[in-house]
């Protein structure tokens, strides 16, 4: 691998593990912060939710960087450094915000954390998507996914520690400060000006009338829907079942982490081997049965283990939707389309995070671990509408 891939592999992964560090509080130690000021899981669920709608909006960010070069400074770097500094910024005054007396401003506080996230986020996938040749694809996205689960990997237990042993303001400026870390990769990158026939047509959006286009669509959107509704409880699972600390919590999101890692990383070669359709099915195969494993967790012991696969899961899962994704876009739409693509999936959490939320207060969280991992079966109609009839195609 030459000097500038390196860079370039190196300059993505940095990009993924800054989100990476924000997600794994978000996703895994919020609810456990918010409990903190006496909020119910559905005012939690309802606080996720709020948060992750930049992600849902992230069409109209990625139509802009697809249209608009920004200074004439290029079409992706000036959005990514937006998006990290506005990020950084928030993270720095969120800790003075008490969410149990002001509800709403801490629901707005995270609502911009994550537009800056969704503003980088999907210029780094249109900067991929430019640069990234079929052959790679899927190596791009293993990079990708798993430099933002090492973001979860590491920050979730220094995190757990600091809010612990120091302070949450020490959590949340950690996380500000690591968000500042890929600017000095990002300055140092040129953007290559955008070949003619990658000019943005209003009309390559005409691929989202074909049914498989729609159908891989509402697959992002369970499968989203799914994982992250059952990611949120899995700490608080943890914390109400065997009594687990905030810095245990950490450790656990850690091992979780792990899992991801592994499962991201051999995600896209093993989609390569196999095929796009029965790396869809084993992944639906192994997500229903982590997720429908955690509700028969017995032991803290055992809980290590059980994450640690349901990591694995979301990884695994992750990769291949997404370096499907990756293969859909047309180039004059890149960014557009794959994030018409990923809002779908973040949908899927949106309506998954207040969902697993409500389900908990009422049926319990080993019910709801059920119920979720039940919901993997109706991903299976989308599998031949995808990829067709033939047993062994590989979507290109």
Partial sequence: MNRSKIFRYSMFALLYFAQGAVLSYFTALNAIYLLSFGLSMSKIGIISGIALTPFVLKIFLGMLSDRVNLFNFGHRKPYIVIGLLLQAICLIFVPFIDPGKNFALYGLAAFMVMSGMALYDTSTDGLALDTTPKEEEGTIQGFMVGGRAMGVVVLSSLIGFLAQKVSWFAAFWILAFLTLVPLIMVFGYKEAPRPQEKKFEWSA????????????????ALYSLIINGANEIVNPFLQDGFSINVMTAGFFTTVWGIGVVMGSLTGGKLTDRIGQRRAVQSALLVSFVSIGALAFTVSAALAWV???LFGLAYGYYETVYFAISMDKTDPRIAA?????LMAIANI????GLP??????????YRWTFGVMAGLNLLALPFIPAIFGKAKNHILR
């Fill in 336 to 340: 557009s389309m794959f994030a018409i």
């Fill in 348 to 351: 899927g959490t949106g309506i």
């Fill in 306 to 308: 059980l994450v640690f």
């Fill in 355 to 364: 969902i697993s939320g409500v389900l908990v207060d009422t049926i319990g």
């Fill in 205 to 220: 959006f005409g691929a989202f009338k074909h049914w498989p286009i729609i159908a891989l669509g509402l697959l992002g």
